[in-house]
């Protein structure tokens, strides 16, 4: 029989594990050293390409995480491939080039007898009004390539911004926001601030940690603190488990107050906010199409899926007094009724968490996602 003792050393493993997976440094010298951010970036990169049938895009720079300056598409592309092991790149590539020929289906499918004229990534501010002259922010138009199309005949040219998802697990349902501390609710930051205090008065010495010429930051030479003083760095971390799950819960109260009260319109923005789910400027001025593109895998293989968070949840969120919401552990779950069947169904979540749970003075946001 499965033991609360053992549970909760379940538990801690599969944090440190999500925490090594998020922090990771590129490791060329081993299969699976590829950083989550290097797998992220070389896909986007790797999918431009294979949509532009085997050539590196051309525009717009990226910048370099590390040095600030910028880099052309295939000059990051080199250097990141260049940073992890060739099994890995591999199969990045595998997962990109499936990306890119279901992205050309999808595209096919829905406007027939267009053609790719060229691919631009986007992932700088201003990006995305180069390629459609509408002004938007990275967080009203989230996408990562553009696509230019034309139809061969009549010789309309389309654009077709794409945010693009991949991930390790087996579920299309990704994270879709990353949200401060701002979208935790009104009382997150009393909370934390009160919960901050109280770590720095339990362990004085840590406030006193200074960076060293080895430090990246403050942040590392915290983060060596936590390494050389393990049971002090468990016992915040229960106490940071607490703080998320007291921000949830009273995030939840409030939201469903809102709710209560008849201040629908608060809520249903913030669950746009948390799914991403708010038209593009450029798509509200029919100037492109948008859509997120997830890249998943499952026992059968590399799977996809095209989500349109502009348009999917609409009639969820136009029926607000069939929505409620509620808390568990560190995350708010928003569920709706269907008025006809009675049937109620979890639609989105919001999970607050620590940007880093290395760092014992980490700061606290969140992610939302559909599922």
């Given at each position: 029989?499965?033991?609360?003792?053992?549970?909760?050393?379940e538990?801690?493993l599969l944090?440190?594990?999500?925490?090594?997976?998020?922090?990771?440094?590129?490791?060329?010298?081993?299969?699976?050293?590829?950083?989550?951010?290097?797998?992220?970036?070389?896909?986007?990169?790797l999918?431009?390409?294979?949509?532009?049938?085997?050539?590196?895009?051309?525009?717009?720079d990226?910048?370099?995480?590390?040095?600030?300056?910028?880099?052309?598409?295939q000059?990051?592309?080199?250097?990141?491939?260049?940073?992890i092991?060739?099994?890995?790149?591999?199969?990045?590539?595998?997962?990109?080039?499936?990306?890119?020929?279901?992205?050309?289906?999808?595209?096919?499918?829905?406007?027939?007898g267009?053609?790719i004229?060229?691919?631009?990534?986007?992932?700088?501010?201003?990006?995305?009004?180069?390629?459609?002259?509408?002004?938007?922010?990275?967080?009203?138009?989230?996408?990562?390539?553009?696509?230019?199309?034309?139809?061969?005949?009549t010789?309309?040219?389309?654009?077709?911004?794409?945010?693009?998802?991949?991930?390790?697990?087996?579920?299309?349902n990704v994270?879709?926001?990353?949200?401060?501390?701002?979208?935790?609710?009104?009382?997150a930051?009393?909370?934390?601030?009160?919960?901050?205090?109280?770590?720095?008065?339990?362990?004085?010495?840590?406030?006193?940690?200074?960076?060293?010429?080895?430090h990246?930051?403050?942040?590392?030479?915290?983060?060596?603190?936590?390494r050389?003083?393990?049971?002090?760095?468990?016992?915040?971390?229960?106490?940071?488990?607490?703080?998320?799950?007291?921000?949830?819960?009273?995030h939840?109260?409030?939201?469903?107050?809102?709710?209560?009260?008849?201040?629908?319109?608060?809520?249903?923005?913030h669950?746009?906010?948390?799914?991403?789910?708010?038209?593009?400027?450029?798509?509200?001025?029919?100037?492109?199409?948008?859509?997120?593109?997830?890249t998943?895998?499952?026992?059968?293989g590399?799977?996809?899926?095209?989500?349109?968070p502009?348009?999917?949840?609409?009639?969820?969120l136009?029926?607000?007094?069939?929505?409620?919401?509620k808390?568990?552990?560190?995350?708010?779950?928003?569920?709706?009724?269907d008025?006809?069947?009675?049937?109620?169904?979890?639609?989105?979540?919001?999970?607050?968490?620590?940007?880093?749970?290395s760092?014992?003075?980490?700061?606290?946001?969140?992610?939302?996602?559909?599922?």
């Open positions: 029989m499965r033991t609360f003792k053992s549970f909760l050393n538990k801690i944090e440190k594990l999500e925490e090594i997976l998020n922090e990771a440094k590129d490791d060329s010298t081993k299969v699976g050293g590829a950083s989550n951010n290097t797998k992220g970036v070389l896909h986007e990169l999918t431009g390409y294979h949509l532009q049938g085997g050539k590196h895009m051309e525009k717009h990226l910048i370099n995480d590390k040095t600030g300056k910028r880099e052309s598409p000059t990051a592309h080199d250097r990141l491939k260049s940073q092991h060739p099994e890995d790149y591999k199969e990045i590539d595998k997962k990109a080039k499936s990306a890119a020929n279901d992205i050309k289906k999808e595209i096919k499918e829905k406007h027939p267009h053609e004229q060229h691919v631009h990534h986007t992932s700088k501010a201003g990006d995305t009004e180069k390629e459609t002259g509408v002004k938007a922010s990275q967080k009203e138009d989230s996408s990562d390539i553009y696509i230019t199309t034309k139809n061969k005949k010789g309309k040219v389309l654009k077709h911004g794409r945010s693009l998802k991949v991930s390790q697990g087996s579920s299309k994270p879709s926001s990353n949200l401060g501390m701002e979208s935790a609710g009104s009382k930051k009393e909370l934390y601030k009160s919960h901050q205090e109280k770590i720095k008065k339990d362990y004085p010495d840590l406030e006193k940690v200074k960076k060293g010429p080895e990246d930051g403050v942040e590392d030479a915290r983060k060596e603190w936590a050389n003083n393990p049971e002090k760095h468990e016992a915040i971390k229960v106490q940071n488990r607490k703080l998320l799950h007291n921000i949830a819960h009273h939840a109260a409030e939201l469903q107050h809102h709710l209560d009260s008849g201040n629908h319109e608060k809520v249903v923005n669950i746009r906010d948390v799914l991403g789910a708010n038209k593009t400027p450029a798509e509200k001025g029919e100037k492109a199409t948008f859509s997120k593109h997830t998943y895998v499952t026992s059968k590399v799977q996809h899926h095209s989500s349109h502009g348009e999917e949840h609409e009639h969820i136009k029926d607000h007094e069939n929505i409620t919401v808390s568990s552990k560190g995350s708010v779950h928003f569920f709706h009724t008025p006809k069947t009675g049937v109620t169904k979890k639609f989105a979540t919001q999970s607050h968490k620590f940007k880093s749970q760092d014992p003075l980490g700061t606290v946001s969140s992610s939302g996602k559909a599922v």
